[in-house]
């Protein structure tokens, strides 16, 4: 009887030589909810990268001394001069120009009376534009050899002495005596009161204001007529018919060397 045959060590059939090992692993497509969440965070992580980039390069701007303020250009300024003006900006020279803000600006040409508002833009690298509106004058008042204006609030707006004295008689304001401004102050503040609610058509052709009391308040017209206006009550009312009175050819207001407004619904001539 012959021996079992033994295993010659042949490899056998390639079925037979497979082991567990050498099977490939199963792929699952991934859930959208992370792709999603993936896909956000990268969004995230640029917008993030983005905003840095900004904020370097703003922050970068606004302390550049690359963007240093080197030029103001005032305009609208009249009564203000173009040297007053640009010395009380002088301090902003040098600064970059992005810190400079229209509320610095103001708060420094507003240390004058005349200044109403301010605004400012910037040009870069080294300009910036500011825009002045001013109070109009609507009073004047001789003192000793200068001119003051003054406006509606009672404040001076504009000194005008010696050889400047000149330059203040291309303004149409009507004139305030100077004991009227100095002895009382309420009277001084009823007057001045008045003259800022009139149109300024009507206020051109004022060549005086006075008055007594707060009460009493009267318009000198340039052709000698005299406006009643009273106190400072019904003030647009008033405005409204004496606007009309003076565009008026009626004989009874163009003769009338008294025009009482006093009372603006019915007003009396004699």
């Known amino acids: 009887m012959g021996e079992p045959r033994r295993d010659s060590g042949e490899p056998r059939d390639s079925g037979d030589r497979q082991h567990s090992g050498d099977h490939e692993p199963l792929s699952f497509p991934e859930p959208e909810t992370v792709t999603e969440r993936r896909r956000r965070r990268r969004g995230l992580l640029m ?3 983005a905003l840095l980039a900004l904020v370097a390069t703003v922050a970068t701007l606004y302390f550049s001394p690359l963007l240093a303020l080197r030029s103001i250009e005032v305009s609208g300024n009249d009564l203000l001069t173009d040297a007053r003006a640009q010395e009380l900006v002088e301090s902003f020279y ?8 229209t509320a610095d600006i103001r708060a420094a040409l507003e240390q004058e009376n005349v200044v109403a508002d301010v605004h400012s833009r910037a040009e870069l690298p080294h300009t910036l534009h500011v825009e002045i509106q ?3 004058p609507v009073a004047e008042v001789h003192e000793d050899e200068a001119v003051l204006f003054y406006n509606d609030a009672g404040e001076v707006i504009r000194e005008f002495r010696e050889a400047q004295v000149m330059d203040a008689e291309g303004y149409a304001t009507p004139e305030i005596s100077a004991e009227a401004a100095l002895e ?4 001084f503040a009823a007057i001045v009161s008045v003259l800022g609610q009139l149109p300024e ?10 008055a007594e009391s707060i ?4 318009l000198e017209l340039e052709d000698g007529r005299v406006v009643v206006w009273g106190s400072d009550d019904r003030g647009d009312e008033k405005a409204a018919v004496l606007e009309a009175i003076l565009a008026s ?9 008294i025009i009482d407004i006093s ?3 019915t007003p009396v001539t004699r």
């Open 47 to 49: 917008l993030g990268g």
């Open 94 to 101: 040098g600064e970059p120009l992005p810190q400079v803000s």
């Open 134 to 136: 001013e109070h109009p």
């Open 184 to 187: 009382d102050e309420a009277v």
């Open 201 to 210: 058509s009507a206020r051109e052709q004022m060549s005086a204001a006075s």
């Open 215 to 218: 009460d009493s308040v009267q």
């Open 249 to 257: 050819s009626a004989e009874d207001f163009a003769q009338a060397q």
């Open 263 to 265: 009372t603006p619904s």
